[in-house]
């Protein structure tokens, strides 16, 4: 289903709120829910709730399966959105959206077939099931199993429910980030604030009788702030996101947000050009954890190694890192952003130590790439909508803490690079080798953190970097992102403060060592 954005310039709150509970954001919608939008409360009585027949899902599956198959599943699903601008000390934009429909999978063998529908209706759903099967259909059949409703234990606690929030509220907390912005330091000279919340129903059946049902409400709020001085500039970005309600803007403040990405944005304007050569780096805790997450996680996710392709390919209960290093993919952690109840297959979140001390001890799985490397469901199956198929991704995950103290790794570390914050990043599963830009950096200098620099990069190869890392911090963090494997999805990265000997920095200067 398409939704067509309504966007407008300098949106004045009374005007913006007016528009908002009138619902009268412009959109594409099924007629059911379109008699909901158009009424004078159509906003606020919009809910994601899922229901749908279980017989009627009974018959999809048996359908997805006569003609052959080992396993069918639908997936049904209902996203309520909402998305707002502020930039210039103005509401630019407001988006109200809803997507709604269907997906039906056949796997049989290694081959998969999948069909979706935006109309959720028994003669759709039945056509879904029929290109799915023609798709996949096979010699082996496993006759399905009637659906029965299945609990999950909820990994998700709900304070202040998103659909009881007045979108007052939501402006609210907006207007405190970009005064607070603005505020930190007259060498902010502007603000762009991100709001972004949704509760996406779910129902999963598939052909071994399992029946789920959940509500997951999403928040995402970004702050960019832009740094003016000495003859340059500074975008700095600071983000805050979780599977929760309202209730994330008591624990960490709008006002908080701003002022870190501030700093960022004034301290950066004193940076220099980045050296370039073989040096040690020291990672700060929290986001960084992100260089792990693209560099180890993607290539320890199954279909890869199903395909006997990666880096991490065949080294199960071998030694493949430092002793130093545990790295951990954690969907159960309460409320983070890379947190459900069970995947989008209906597998049960839980804690998946992937590296114990340096030894592998098992890859992250979706059922399909479970079966074939032989080993457990993780709980690793993801999709971005209704419109895709679920795929192995990672959702929480992080080196676990070590025994270290912060401040001692970064004062026995003579001379390096003191990574603060990473942006983009980008890793081959298949060689291993991997890029990312440092926002904001500093050297290292006799064990202290000195000069600001820029233009940093950090290439390599996911073996090299956890093989060299000799350091962990007590200080585990997490920070929030949005990754991307052809499908995006929600997740949390997260580490200690931890040292990596011998990176290849890349920088402007001439090289060092």
């Not at 259909?137 to 998103?162: A, C, Q």
Request: charged share 25%.
């Amino acid at each position: 289903m398409t939704i067509k954005r309504y966007f407008v310039e300098d949106i004045p709150r009374r005007k913006f709120l007016q528009m908002s509970l009138k619902g009268g954001v412009a959109l594409a919608a099924t007629p059911a829910l379109m008699s909901q939008l158009l009424s004078c409360r159509g906003a606020e009585q919009a809910h994601a709730d899922v229901s749908v027949d279980p017989q009627l899902l009974n018959r999809t599956i048996r359908k997805a399966l006569e003609k052959g198959g080992e396993f069918a599943d639908v997936y049904v699903e209902n996203r309520i959105s909402r998305q707002i601008l502020m930039e210039e000390s103005k509401f630019k934009s407001a988006v109200f959206g809803i997507s709604q429909g269907a997906g039906v999978r056949v796997i049989s063998g290694d081959k998969t077939g999948f069909a979706y529908t935006d109309d959720i209706n028994e003669v759709n759903l039945l056509r879904a099931a029929e290109v799915a099967y023609y798709v996949a259909k096979g010699t082996k059949v496993v006759p399905p199993v009637d659906i029965h409703e299945t609990v999950r234990e909820s990994y998700v606690t709900i304070k202040l429910p998103l659909q009881d929030i007045a979108d007052e509220k939501r402006l609210e907390v907006m207007t405190k980030a970009n005064q607070a912005a603005l505020d930190y330091d007259p060498k902010i000279k502007m603000a762009s604030i991100s709001y972004y919340d949704e509760v996406r129903g779910r129902t999963i059946a598939n052909s071994e009788g399992l029946l789920l049902s959940d509500a997951l409400p999403l928040l995402f709020f970004i702050v960019q702030t832009l740094g003016v001085g000495n003859n340059t500039r500074h975008m700095g970005r600071e983000r805050l996101s979780r599977h929760s309600g309202f209730e994330m803007f008591d624990e960490v403040t709008p006002e908080e947000i701003a002022r870190i990405c501030a700093r960022e944005s004034v301290a950066m304007l004193e940076a220099k050009d980045a050296p370039a050569g073989i040096m040690d780096v020291v990672v700060q805790n929290g986001w960084g954890g992100v260089l792990v997450h693209e560099a180890v996680g993607h290539p320890l996710e199954a279909d890869n190694i199903a395909k006997q392709v990666g880096a991490f390919t065949g080294k199960l209960g071998q030694k493949v890192a430092s002793e130093k290093f545990t790295m951990i993919d954690d969907g159960s952690l309460p409320n983070m952003r890379g947190t459900t109840s069970f995947d989008d297959e209906g597998t049960q979140m839980k804690r998946n130590v992937l590296i114990k001390d340096g030894v592998l001890q098992k890859y992250m799985s979706d059922i399909l790439s479970a079966k074939q490397i032989d080993q457990e469901r993780t709980g690793n199956g993801r999709r971005q909508s209704f419109r895709h198929i679920p795929i192995p991704r990672m959702t929480n995950t992080f080196i676990d803490r070590g025994k270290d103290n912060p401040e001692d790794i970064l004062a026995s570390t003579k001379e390096g690079l003191y990574v603060q914050s990473l942006s983009g990043g980008s890793v081959n599963p298949i060689t291993g080798i991997f890029n990312f830009t440092c926002r904001e950096a500093y050297l290292i200098e006799n064990g202290k953190k000195t000069i600001p620099v820029k233009g940093a990069t950090i290439i390599g190869n996911c073996l090299d970097i956890i093989a060299n890392t000799d350091a962990v911090g007590n200080d585990l963090a997490f920070g929030p992102g949005i990754c991307g494997k052809g499908q995006s999805c929600e997740v949390s990265a997260g580490q200690p403060t931890l040292r990596i000997r011998g990176i290849n920095v890349g920088g402007s200067k001439a090289r060092r060592g």
